[in-house]
């Protein structure tokens, strides 16, 4: 069967989760439930401590199978559960990773289900601390920790913030999106494995004066999507973010401007260490001349002169010496006509387009449907989520900036 480009890596995995005794593990079935949206099998292995926080009763219902617990069960095949589910497994996944259990992966216990399924799997291990902060930054911890990374296991997190106890900092459990987002990149085919990716998102706003501002309607989805889909693929993405009111994807650096003249400086600074350049942004085509520094008053009509922003694009295409170019066009008639007159224009290697009049794939949609124009022709991208088209697109890129690497 033919890959699908689209394809999300969670489709299909079989993900072992390791749930101990943290408070936490509260947040197991919600883990588990966005695991199974994103078309993952999960089966749970619920320590003795997890179960003071979690029910077995709740993991099955959102898993689908009988929660295990015991290391030698006379019900389970051959009475070794730890050696089937082993082997099951394409991912060990723990969440939340206590730090008694950080304690015991360091040193290789294995007097329960979870730390014998540990030592017994071939499967790659991934693990979510999750802790009181003075816990975390103890020394013991700390070496714990680093041994288990030494040995293979890819800690997600802790993320700092608020805590059961009452205290705050360093040491809680990474949300359970931003676990499924970590275990996809851990999943994923790495085709931009060593390439450096630009991305720009979002609208720009040009001021008009300190309370109003020239913008469009660009929610920054699509642009945000493509530097997640870049960073699952691989790359070490930079992200040159306007005002949005998404989160920072992980794994991504972002640097935030508001202005066009500020996202293009952004990109001039970073444009030379790119191997791809995604203008994925809709950049105001103008700005005001002057901004007032008061608020303008009165209702009555006014006259507003406006310059032309630069062209962040067409500069970038420009350049004598410049990563491979991608561009953006969002239109709303005769979309690939257009299409192929501003791909010629900026002189962009690729042009991705849409029809953003369609309401399945215009502005502030979650969805899309692409075009890519490029020297090797046309090629309708298939419909589907922004994230999954985004995939599509940087896969069908990743034999072209291949082939510029080796010339």
């Not at 997890?50 to 095949?77: I, M, Y």
């Amino acid at each position: 069967m033919p890959d699908d480009p689209a394809r999300d890596p969670l489709t299909g995995a079989r993900l072992l989760l390791g749930v101990t005794g943290s408070i936490a593990a509260y947040k197991a079935p919600e883990l588990v439930r966005r695991l199974r949206e994103a078309g993952a099998e999960v089966r749970v292995v619920l320590t003795a401590g997890g179960a003071q926080f979690a029910t077995p009763l709740a993991l099955q219902a959102v898993s689908g199978f009988e929660v295990r617990s015991a290391l030698l069960d006379p019900a389970a095949e051959s009475g070794m559960d730890h050696i089937a589910l082993a082997r099951w497994a394409d991912r060990l996944l723990i969440a939340p990773a206590s730090a008694d259990c950080l304690a015991r992966l360091a040193t290789g216990r294995a007097d329960d289900l979870l730390g014998a399924a540990y030592l017994a799997t071939d499967a790659p291990v991934l693990a979510a601390p999750a802790m009181n902060h003075a816990m975390w930054a103890h020394p013991a911890t700390r070496r714990n920790a680093e041994q288990v990374a030494a040995d293979g296991v890819t800690l997600i997190g802790p993320a700092a913030g608020d805590q059961a106890c009452g205290e705050e900092g360093p040491g809680r459990m990474s949300a359970p999106d931003a676990i499924v987002e970590a275990v996809r990149r851990h999943l994923a085919p790495k085709p931009l494995a060593g390439r450096r990716v630009l991305v720009t998102a979002g609208p720009t706003r040009e001021p008009v004066d300190p309370v109003r501002f020239l913008a469009n309607r660009s929610s920054g989805k699509m642009g945000y999507a493509v530097a997640e889909a870049a960073a699952e693929l691989g790359a070490a993405v930079t992200l040159v973010a306007g005002p949005t009111a998404l989160a920072d994807p992980d794994g991504v650096t972002v640097v935030p401007v508001e202005t066009a003249e500020e996202m293009a400086a952004a990109v001039r600074e970073r444009l030379a260490e790119a191997d791809l350049f995604a203008a994925v942004a809709a950049v105001s085509d103008h700005r005001p001349t002057e901004r007032l520094v008061h608020k303008r008053k009165g209702k009555d009509a006014f006259a507003l002169a406006l310059a032309p922003n630069p062209d962040i694009l067409a500069e970038a295409a420009s350049r004598s010496e410049r990563p491979l170019i991608l561009g953006f066009a969002a239109e709303t008639e005769s979309a690939l006509a257009h299409g192929r007159d501003k791909r010629a224009a900026k002189g962009a290697d690729y042009l991705a387009v849409n029809d953003v009049s369609r309401p399945d794939g215009g502005f502030g949609a979650d969805t899309n449907r692409l075009t890519l124009i490029g020297p090797d022709g046309e090629t309708a991208l298939p419909f589907g989520s922004k994230r999954a088209v985004a995939r599509a697109l940087l896969k069908r890129l990743a034999p072209a900036l291949g082939a510029r690497a080796d010339s």
